[in-house]
């Protein structure tokens, strides 16, 4: 493989069964080409292994889906493999006012609501992976929650990828209703799909009042690479938090994008990378501030070692209009070898003067005085290292209320440093 169309040809035996998916895949073939390190926004990032892989794209099915799912969440489920919604696998009995359907399922008013918002959030004439999403998707999960109504457990979107260099276009749309509460939790695992590819993209739009927090949980295997693009779109006094927790993947690129379009919003991003090995884990955020009197909050944590490499580029747009913004940004790196490497790159943008604004990053190894205290209470430096690092993450850990959630990323704090020789 060496070129884009080869790339583009492994897709090219899927329907078109949207009018969006045919305009999108004129623009990926006629012109807009996938990131190179010249490109600003992707300058850290090479995309080759992606294009010039060989996939397979296939409907496996799964025998068993409960390994997958996180120890002790009782939750609703919408279960898909390879991209493909698998009913037997997905939550029958949903509360009234929580409709959880296949994109290609929706119907009636379900389904007007779905054309009025699939496809009019993200730019495909611009950004190629979103190209590529919409121009193959299979299927994807629409999801609604109605005015006013409360969703007592979280939703679950579980994204199993299966096979040997499997492929596949994920799509999920979630809709709010004002004054509605949900959580939601986008989860990405993997199995026996070494070299696999995942090209995510997700829509939110939160109504006016609404409140909503959505986790999104990357653990597809090392051997997997993955694009992830989550676009937020908040109305009037709605509050909604993303939290990334990216466990495993050879390569991972996230897009996280707030358009807050209205007054009185409250906008969250939390972020925790640990890599190891040879990993790539690239952050983009992006909070774009239109109209006034609306905060914004975002704090990414990474911790790198072995030969990884971490990346985070955090933009905050002020448009003139967005008087009594308020928008902070923090980015903070441990290296724990002196062959792993961060590139971080925090952005203020701003055209209002009226405003609170701030953003700043560290780099640096654990702290010594530190360590040397742990040590000398009888802590091993393993020990001494583990806690240091639980310590470091707990600022970002604190946001999560899933405590099924919370229990697991611990656990895989304490596991991906078992054998540390820090």
Known sequence: MSNKKQFLDQFDHLAATLPLQGAARAAIHTGLDFPTTRDEYWKYTRVNGILNATYAINDAKLGDVSQHQLNG???????????VFAPEHSSQQLPEGLE????????????????????????????????LNTSYFKDGVFIT?????????????????????????????IHIGSYAQAEFLMQYEGEANNQSFTNALTEIIAEEGAKGMCYLLQNEGDGSKQVNTT???????STFSVVTLTKSGELVRNNLNFSITEEGCESNMYGIYFTS?????DNHTYADHLKPHCNSNELYKGVMTGRSTGVFNGKIMVH?????????QSNQNILLTDTASVNTKPELEIYADDVKCSHGCTI??????????????????????KLLIQAFAGDVLEFIACDALRDDMEDFIQQKFKELDA
């Not at 969440?73 to 991209?83: K, S, T």
């Not at 109605?146 to 096979?163: C, I």
């Open 73 to 83: 969440l009782d939750a609703y489920y919408a279960v898909f493999v390879n991209g």
């Open 100 to 131: 959880i359907t296949s994109i290609a399922a929706a119907q009636g008013a379900r389904r007007e609501l779905l054309l009025e918002h699939l496809g009019q959030h993200t730019d495909v004439k611009k950004h190629a992976f979103n190209a």
């Open 145 to 173: 929650v109605d005015k006013d109504r409360v969703v007592e457990k979280p939703v679950v979107m579980l994204h199993v990828s299966t096979g040997e260099g499997s492929a596949s276009n994920v799509r999920n749309l």
């Open 231 to 237: 676009q937020v779109v908040q109305k009037r006094n």
């Open 277 to 281: 090995g040879k990993q790539h884990v």
């Open 320 to 328: 003139k209009d967005a008087q009594q913004t308020n928008a902070f």
């Open 364 to 385: 640096g190894q654990l702290d010594e005085e530190a360590m040397f205290y742990l040590q000398s209470r009888g802590l091993g430096k393993e020990a001494a290292t």
